[in-house]
């Protein structure tokens, strides 16, 4: 058996953020889950569907690993990266470090998972591994999956070799904070800017504010997109409230990241940003409910009311980021 000692454990409410806060926690950082979402330039927004699908997709953060990259590079701390198609040599990966007392970052599908409460393939699944023994693996969740919880290490090994929409080759990742790391007040306004200039100006249409008034146009037809509306429209909307898009968990973390930064930086831009970042969230909460009752009603008004919110959101969330480029 090993395991990390004197390991803070604490599950947060988003995966990535999660192993980031065990990982550096470890390494003497603690922030708070809003300074480490904005500080990585998180937020984003995606409306995602192909032929593939059975049904579309809305994220509202950058992608996977993407956040955990852009946090390393901010607070300038060192970030090493494994990736391999070899079993063998992923459990090397993660095993090495843990024996030497440091907890590892892994990417994974959470379907494989067995403490994982709702059994859907998702590649993008971030967790800190602590420790091991002859059958589980010892991880860190987030607080709605149990926090500290365990796996066995057959199904840890599943979820690490699994294939398909943004998996990784058995990815796990290490961090370390040596000298003096960069205060993070001091990279707030840079990562504030970088994450407006990509809202604002999206490569394709379907991401950033481009992508909400794309998914405006296309949430009211919906129900013509599915061929089991009551179970995509319930799942959708718990996943945009819960786990994606919605005021609950990507619009509310950054709003209290703006509210905690405008503690520290005087700025009208930062202050006006905010309080359009607290209206759009009760707003996203707005669509998921109404998405989750056209799931039980069948009728397609809620699906053209959301799709109205969705085009006002498109505009706030614009204007908020504009603000906030200026600071």
Same mark, same amino acid.
């Given at each position: 058996?090993?395991?990390?000692?004197?390991? +803070?454990?604490?599950?947060?409410?988003?995966?990535?953020?999660?192993?980031?806060?065990?990982?550096?926690?470890?390494?003497?950082?603690?922030?708070?889950?809003?300074?480490?979402?904005?500080?990585?330039?998180?937020?984003?927004?995606?409306?995602?569907?192909?032929?593939?699908?059975? $049904?579309?997709?809305?994220?509202?953060? =950058?992608?996977?690993?993407?956040?955990?990259? &852009?946090?390393?590079?901010?607070?300038?701390?060192?970030?090493? =990266?494994?990736?391999?198609?070899?079993?063998?040599?992923?459990?090397? &990966?993660? @095993?090495?470090?843990?024996? @030497?007392?440091?907890?590892?970052?892994?990417?994974?599908?959470?379907?494989?998972?067995?403490?994982?409460?709702?059994?859907?393939? $998702?590649?993008?699944?971030?967790?800190?591994?602590?420790?091991?023994?002859?059958?589980?693996?010892? #991880?860190?969740?987030?607080?709605?999956?149990?926090? @500290?919880?365990?796996?066995?290490?057959?199904?840890?090994?599943?979820?690490?070799?699994?294939?398909?929409?943004?998996?990784?080759?058995?990815? /796990? $990742?290490?961090?370390?904070? /040596?000298?003096?790391?960069?205060?993070?007040?001091?990279?707030?306004?840079?990562?504030?800017?970088?994450?407006?200039?990509?809202?604002? &100006?999206?490569?394709?249409?379907? #991401?950033?504010?481009?992508?909400?008034?794309?998914?405006?146009?296309?949430?009211?037809?919906?129900?013509? !997109?599915?061929?089991?509306?009551?179970?995509?429209?319930?799942?959708?909307?718990?996943?945009?409230?819960?786990?994606?898009?919605?005021?609950? #968990?990507?619009?509310? %973390?950054?709003?209290? $990241?703006?509210?905690?930064? @405008? !503690?520290?930086? +005087?700025?009208?831009? %930062?202050?006006?940003?905010?309080?359009?970042?607290?209206?759009?969230?009760?707003?996203?909460?707005?669509?998921?409910?109404? =998405?989750?009752?056209?799931?039980?009603?069948?009728?397609?008004?809620?699906?053209?009311?959301?799709?109205?919110?969705?085009?006002?959101?498109?505009?706030?969330?614009? +204007?908020?980021? !504009?603000? #906030?480029?200026?600071?």
């Amino acid at each position: 058996m090993a395991m990390v000692e004197d390991l +803070d454990a604490r599950g947060m409410q988003h995966c990535e953020t999660t192993a980031l806060g065990v990982l550096l926690r470890h390494e003497g950082i603690d922030l708070s889950e809003p300074m480490l979402f904005g500080l990585g330039s998180g937020l984003s927004f995606v409306y995602w569907d192909s032929k593939t699908m059975g $049904f579309p997709f809305l994220g509202g953060r =950058v992608k996977p690993f993407e956040l955990t990259r &852009n946090l390393a590079t901010a607070l300038g701390l060192g970030l090493l =990266v494994e990736e391999t198609t070899s079993p063998r040599k992923a459990w090397q &990966n993660v @095993a090495a470090p843990i024996d @030497a007392g440091r907890p590892v970052g892994l990417q994974l599908d959470s379907y494989h998972l067995d403490y994982f409460s709702t059994k859907v393939h $998702f590649g993008g699944h971030v967790v800190a591994m602590y420790g091991y023994d002859e059958q589980d693996a010892y #991880l860190v969740d987030t607080d709605s999956q149990g926090g @500290a919880v365990s796996t066995s290490l057959a199904g840890l090994a599943r979820a690490r070799a699994e294939r398909g929409p943004m998996t990784a080759r058995h990815r /796990s $990742f290490t961090i370390t904070a /040596s000298g003096s790391p960069t205060p993070p007040q001091d990279r707030i306004i840079p990562a504030i800017r970088t994450c407006a200039d990509a809202f604002l &100006n999206p490569p394709i249409a379907n #991401l950033g504010h481009r992508g909400i008034e794309k998914a405006a146009e296309q949430v009211p037809k919906w129900l013509r !997109r599915s061929d089991d509306p009551r179970e995509d429209l319930s799942r959708t909307a718990v996943l945009m409230e819960r786990a994606g898009t919605g005021g609950a #968990l990507f619009r509310n %973390l950054y709003r209290d $990241f703006l509210a905690e930064s @405008a !503690r520290l930086i +005087d700025s009208g831009h %930062l202050r006006t940003g905010h309080a359009l970042y607290a209206e759009a969230a009760a707003l996203w909460t707005q669509v998921a409910a109404l =998405v989750a009752a056209t799931g039980e009603s069948g009728d397609a008004k809620d699906l053209v009311q959301a799709g109205s919110i969705l085009h006002e959101l498109s505009r706030i969330e614009r +204007d908020a980021m !504009r603000e #906030l480029s200026l600071i």
